[in-house]
């Protein structure tokens, strides 16, 4: 790609979310909050018994519990998103134990109907899928650039919704 090529294709992106990986999601919280002024944020207990569909690391199904801790709080108009792993196959205890607390991925919102699509178009270019799957509307998928990037990318269609029969609560 030119330059001019790369600048105009940039324009079309959108990232929507940031997310950071803490194993005491409540000190880390207490910092956002008291030092820097954000939140207040929602927490979600994610686990297996919470309605996702086709959850899958490294290309195997998950079949066994898992448990995740999620705040989010919006930043002007990008969602931060604090993940304590708490039990399971998942890649957030991984990363944790490579890397200790800290920045884990951006999420760059993607339409329904190109998602596929741009999984392809990662995957021809080296990047796979480590971990993804649906919850309720949110359809994402964590890719493997690590190697190559230093982080993870996160694509997804970027819904803020959340099943109306999910548990949560805010802090402070």
Not at 12 to 18: A, S
Not at 82 to 87: D, E, K
């Amino acid at each position: 790609m030119t330059n001019e090529e790369l600048q105009k294709f940039n324009e079309k992106r959108k990232i929507f979310q940031l997310c950071f990986i803490t194993d005491d999601l409540e000190r880390t919280l207490k910092s956002w909050v008291e030092d820097l002024k954000v939140g207040p944020w929602k927490i979600i207990t994610f686990d297996n018994n919470n309605g996702w569909e086709n959850y899958h690391v490294y290309g195997k199904e998950v079949t066994e519990p898992f448990k995740v801790l999620i705040a989010c709080s919006w930043f002007g108009d990008i969602e931060i998103e604090i993940i304590q792993p708490v039990s399971g196959p998942l890649i957030f205890q991984e990363y944790l134990d490579r890397h200790g607390p800290g920045f884990h991925h951006f999420k760059e919102q993607v339409k329904d109907e190109d998602f596929e699509k741009t999984l392809e178009e990662y995957k021809n270019r080296g990047i796979p899928v480590s971990q993804g799957g649906k919850y309720y509307h949110d359809l994402h998928a964590f890719l493997d650039s690590e190697s190559k990037s230093d982080f993870i990318l996160e694509i997804g269609n970027g819904s803020k919704d959340i099943n109306p029969n999910m548990q949560y609560k805010i802090y402070p």
